[in-house]
Structure formats: structure tokens, C-alpha cells
């Protein structure tokens, strides 16, 4: 029992372990960090998007706005911008090539 918690101890401590989880470490933060900048992006472009209609529609009268309302205009635009939302999320799951690959070890 000794050996095997001494070789634990060893591995542990030993510098390819400890070179190998400051690696795994810091690709996680950098990923973690870039993914959170990238959705605070989204976010704001979202947002200023939605203030941007907002303000188009400021001038309208009301009773057109209710109107626009009883067609479901407000429902098509929500549809409208899922899509791009969706669209715009797929090509970017698309173009990151940072996902390892790992190969099983093939015996001949």
C-alpha cells in the first residue's frame, strides 16, 4: 500500500503532471475568457439592435402599432431574429478548430 501511494505522490509531483495541468489550465481560461467576450458581444449587438427598432417605431401612431400588433408583426420580427441568431451561432460552432481530435492508438 506504501508503493502505491508513494508512486501516486511521484506522479503528482512530478514536473510533466505539473507542466501538463498549467497547459490544460490555461487553454481553459483563454477559451473561457474569448467564450464570455463573444457573448457579451452578442449581447450588446442584440440589444442595440432592439433600440434601434424601438426608435424606428417611435413616430407611428398608436392604432397602427395596434394594428401591426393584432397581424403579429411582433411575433414575426421574434421569429425573423432567432433564425439569425441561430445562423450566426451555427457558422461560428462551425469555424472554431481549436475542438481536439484525439486518436485511439491503433495495434498492428
Same mark, same amino acid.
Given at each position: 500500500?506504501?508503493?502505491? $501511494?508513494?508512486? %501516486?505522490?511521484?506522479?503528482?509531483?512530478?514536473?510533466?503532471?505539473?507542466?501538463?495541468?498549467? !497547459?490544460?489550465?490555461?487553454? &481553459?481560461?483563454?477559451? $473561457?475568457? #474569448?467564450?464570455? !467576450?463573444? =457573448?457579451?458581444? #452578442?449581447?450588446?449587438? %442584440?440589444?442595440? $439592435? =432592439?433600440?434601434?427598432?424601438?426608435?424606428?417605431?417611435?413616430?407611428?401612431? /398608436?392604432? #397602427?402599432? /395596434?394594428? &401591426?400588433?393584432?397581424?403579429?408583426?411582433?411575433?414575426?420580427?421574434? %421569429?425573423?431574429?432567432?433564425?439569425? $441568431?441561430? =445562423?450566426?451561432?451555427?457558422?461560428?460552432?462551425?469555424?472554431?478548430? !481549436?475542438?481536439?481530435?484525439?486518436?485511439?492508438? !491503433?495495434?498492428?
Amino acid at each position: 500500500m506504501g508503493a502505491v $501511494l508513494q508512486a %501516486i505522490i511521484n506522479f503528482l509531483t512530478s514536473g510533466t503532471f505539473v507542466a501538463g495541468l498549467a !497547459t490544460l489550465l490555461g487553454k &481553459l481560461g483563454l477559451a $473561457l475568457g #474569448i467564450s464570455f !467576450t463573444v =457573448v457579451q458581444g #452578442i449581447d450588446a449587438g %442584440i440589444d442595440y $439592435l =432592439v433600440k434601434m427598432v424601438n426608435d424606428g417605431f417611435a413616430g407611428v401612431p /398608436s392604432n #397602427i402599432i /395596434s394594428l &401591426l400588433a393584432m397581424y403579429g408583426i411582433d411575433h414575426c420580427f421574434n %421569429i425573423i431574429m432567432s433564425a439569425y $441568431l441561430f =445562423v450566426f451561432s451555427m457558422h461560428g460552432i462551425n469555424k472554431v478548430k !481549436t475542438i481536439p481530435k484525439f486518436k485511439l492508438p !491503433t495495434t498492428n
